[in-house]
Nanobody, 122 residues
């Protein structure tokens, strides 16, 4: 079955960096676009970053553009989110997701991991 296991979260000071990892299994990872979402209590899950199936193109939410980088290693079935210049408003649970891209939009497959908590605080 589809499994997505996120890791790498933690507590970091403002301006710091973290690298999140997502280990994917149970499906042909290289056939799907992959993404990272984040969610804070009481708010809807927000799409943060998307990478195409071959890693050739990426897209970011305006709130993280220039600070976050999504990448993937299809040989390792792993997706990464490199986060730099972190701000307190980046505090959230981060989830990775597999999906498809059509007409310029990302569509989730609906499978989710347990997420990893990122807390940015001094």
């Amino acid at each position: 079955q589809v499994q997505l296991v996120e890791s790498g979260g933690g507590l970091v000071q403002p301006g710091g960096s973290l690298r999140l990892s997502c280990a994917a299994s149970g499906f042909t990872v290289s056939s799907y676009a992959m993404s990272w979402y984040r969610q804070t209590p009481g708010k809807e899950r927000e799409l943060v970053a998307v990478v195409t199936d071959d890693g050739g193109a990426t897209n970011y939410a305006d709130s993280v553009k220039g600070r976050f980088t999504i990448s993937r290693d299809n040989a390792k079935n792993t997706v990464y989110l490199h986060m730099n210049s972190l701000k307190p408003e980046d505090t959230a649970v981060y989830y990775c997701n597999a999906g498809t891209i059509a007409r310029g939009n990302y569509y989730s497959t609906g499978s989710w991991g347990q997420g990893t908590q990122v807390t940015v605080s001094s």
